[in-house]
C-alpha cells in the first residue's frame, strides 16, 4: 500500500466533504413518498439512525482500546487548536492598539494604529480563521472528519503563517484557489515590515502552530491503529444506504418546501430529479426561477443519496417512490450521461437489472485504494481533487479510470461477497459540500420569510408540517381504501 493511498485511507474519506450528508434528516426509506420529501429532508430522528449505522460497519471488529486511543487523541486535538485560536485573539488585540513611538516620540492612537494595512490584515487573518474554526467545529465530533476538518484548518494556517514560499506550496493541496490568493495576499501584508508588530506576532503563531499540528498527527496514527479491517461480505441494504448518505443530491422546492417537477417538452410528464452535479444543480434553479417567475421561493432542497437513490427506484424490485404523475430520477452531469449513457445502461443489462430511466456513474482508481479503504466519486474532477490532496501529481492522473453505474455497484456490495465492500466509501466533491451550505442557508431564509418568524423556528415549524400533513394524508387514504 503506498503512502498516498494511506493518507487518503485515514483523513481524505472526509476531507472533500466536511459536511456528513447522512446527518441531514431525511425520512424513512419505507415511508419516502413524493409528498413526504418536502424540503428533501425530514425527521432528525431518521438522520441520527442513518449516521449511526454509517459510523458502523458490517462485519468490522472494535478495539476498545483502539477508541480510548482515538478519542483521547481528539480531545487533545480540540484543546490543542482551541489554545491556538485564544493565543491568536490575545495577539489581534495587541496588533490592533500597540505601536512602537515615531522618532520624535510621539504615540499614534489605538483608532491609526488599527488602520494601518499591516493591522487590518492580520484582523481580515484573524476573522478569517475564526470562521474556518467555527465551521470546523459544527461539523461534527466524530474522529474521522474532525481529523480532515482540521487539517483545513492547519492547512491553512500553515500557508498563511509560512516564511518560506516553497512550504507555502506544499500546504495548497486541498484549500481552494481563492482561499489561497486571500492568504497569500494577507501573508505579503504581514510580512511589510520586517521586525515590525506584526511581523513578530506571525512569528510567535508559527510557533504556537506546532502544538496543533503534532496533535493532529498523533489522532492520525491514533486513526490509523483503529480502521476498519475489511472483510469480504455482501452488505445489508440499510449499510449499504449508509454508505450511499455520505453523499449530498439536490432538489428543486417550492416556496412550501415541495419538490418541483419540470416537463422536459410540452405535455411530458413532470421530471423531478435529485442532482448530484452542483453546478447543474444551481443552473436548473437559476432556469426554473426564470421559467415560473409567478412560484414563489423555489430553492434547493438537500437530500442523502441513499435516500433518493431508493426513491428513485434504485433497488431492483423497488419502484419510484411517489404519489402523483412525477418521474423521479437520480441525475448527474449533463455531459457525462450522454457520453456514458449508453455504456452505463449494458452495464446494467449485464448485470440483470431492470431497465430504468436514469443512470449515474460512479468512478474510482486502484492508486486511491488501499487494504482498508475504498473511495469512490460521482465525478472524475471530484476523483482528481482527492487525487492531489492526497500528495499525487495532477498530471499523473491515469486517462483511464474505472466507471459504473451506481446502480451496478449498489448490486455488487448487496448480492457478492468475494469483496471487502465494508472499505468502500463514497466521497463528495468540494462543490457539493458548499452547496449543502448555500441550500441550508437560503432554505432557512425562505422558511423565515413564509412565517415571519426566526429562521431556525420556521425551519422545524415547516418540517414539522410536512410531517403531519403526509400523516393526514395517509389516514385519508387509508379510510377510503
Not at 42 to 70: L, Q
Not at 113 to 135: G, M, S, T, Y
Not at 152 to 176: F, G, H, I, T, W
Not at 458 to 475: N, P, R, Y
Request: glycine letters at 8%; hydrophobic letters at 45%; aromatic letters at 4%.
Amino acid at each position: 500500500m503506498s503512502h498516498a493511498a494511506m493518507r487518503l485511507s485515514l483523513l481524505l474519506l472526509a476531507s472533500l466533504s466536511l459536511v456528513d450528508a447522512s446527518r441531514i434528516a431525511a425520512p424513512p426509506a419505507s415511508s419516502l413518498t413524493l409528498r413526504r420529501l418536502r424540503g428533501g429532508e425530514a425527521e432528525a430522528e431518521a438522520a441520527a439512525a442513518a449516521a449511526a449505522a454509517g459510523s458502523k460497519n458490517e462485519g468490522s471488529s472494535e478495539d476498545g482500546d483502539d477508541e480510548a486511543e482515538v478519542a483521547a487523541a481528539l480531545a487533545a486535538l480540540s484543546r490543542s487548536i482551541d489554545a491556538f485560536m485564544d493565543q491568536f485573539a490575545q495577539l489581534e488585540l495587541g496588533v490592533l492598539s500597540t505601536a512602537r513611538p515615531s522618532i520624535l516620540g510621539r504615540k499614534a492612537s489605538p483608532e491609526a494604529i488599527a488602520a494601518r494595512p499591516d493591522r487590518r490584515a492580520f484582523k481580515e487573518a484573524h476573522q478569517h480563521f475564526c470562521e474556518v474554526h467555527q465551521l470546523m467545529r459544527g461539523e461534527s465530533d466524530e474522529a474521522l472528519p474532525a481529523a480532515a476538518g482540521s487539517m483545513q484548518l492547519l492547512r491553512q494556517a500553515a500557508l498563511y503563517l509560512s516564511d518560506d514560499e516553497a512550504a507555502a506550496k506544499e500546504n495548497v493541496r486541498a484549500v481552494p484557489a481563492e482561499t489561497v490568493e486571500k492568504l497569500a495576499a494577507l501573508r505579503a501584508a504581514g510580512r511589510r515590515k520586517a521586525g515590525g508588530t506584526v511581523a513578530s506576532a506571525l512569528s510567535q503563531l508559527r510557533v504556537a502552530l506546532a502544538g496543533p499540528l503534532e496533535a493532529h498527527s498523533k489522532l492520525v496514527a491514533a486513526l490509523g491503529a483503529s480502521q476498519v479491517q475489511p472483510v469480504p461480505a455482501a452488505l445489508s441494504r440499510e449499510a449499504v444506504t449508509a454508505k450511499l448518505n455520505t453523499v449530498p443530491t439536490f432538489c428543486l422546492l417550492d416556496g412550501q418546501s415541495r419538490v418541483v417537477g419540470m416537463r422536459e417538452e410540452e405535455g411530458a410528464t413532470p421530471t423531478a430529479c435529485f442532482y448530484t452535479d452542483p453546478a447543474e444543480a444551481r443552473a436548473v434553479l437559476e432556469s426554473a426561477k426564470r421559467a415560473m417567475p409567478d412560484v414563489r421561493g423555489l430553492h434547493l432542497g438537500v437530500t442523502p443519496l441513499g435516500r433518493a437513490f431508493a426513491a428513485c427506484g434504485g433497488w431492483p424490485g423497488d419502484e419510484p417512490q411517489g404519489h402523483i404523475a412525477s418521474t423521479l430520477k437520480l441525475q448527474g452531469s449533463a455531459a457525462v450521461r450522454e457520453q456514458m449513457g449508453p455504456f452505463l445502461r449494458e452495464q446494467a443489462e449485464k448485470q440483470g437489472l431492470p431497465e430504468a430511466a436514469w443512470q449515474l456513474p460512479v468512478f474510482c482508481t486502484d492508486q486511491l485504494q488501499s487494504a482498508h479503504a475504498m473511495p469512490f466519486f460521482l465525478s472524475r474532477e471530484a476523483l482528481v481533487d482527492a487525487w492531489v490532496v492526497a500528495g499525487l501529481e495532477r498530471d499523473a492522473v491515469p486517462d483511464s479510470l474505472t466507471a459504473m453505474d451506481l446502480r451496478v455497484l449498489v448490486h455488487q456490495m448487496s448480492t457478492t461477497d468475494k469483496f471487502a465492500w465494508n472499505t468502500v466509501n463514497l466521497l463528495a466533491s468540494r462543490e457539493a459540500v458548499d452547496l449543502v451550505s448555500e441550500a441550508y442557508a437560503e432554505g432557512r431564509a425562505v422558511a423565515a420569510a413564509r412565517s415571519g418568524g426566526g429562521a431556525a423556528e420556521s425551519a422545524a415549524a415547516a418540517l414539522d408540517a410536512a410531517e403531519a400533513g403526509g400523516a393526514e394524508e395517509e389516514e385519508e387514504e387509508e379510510e377510503e381504501a
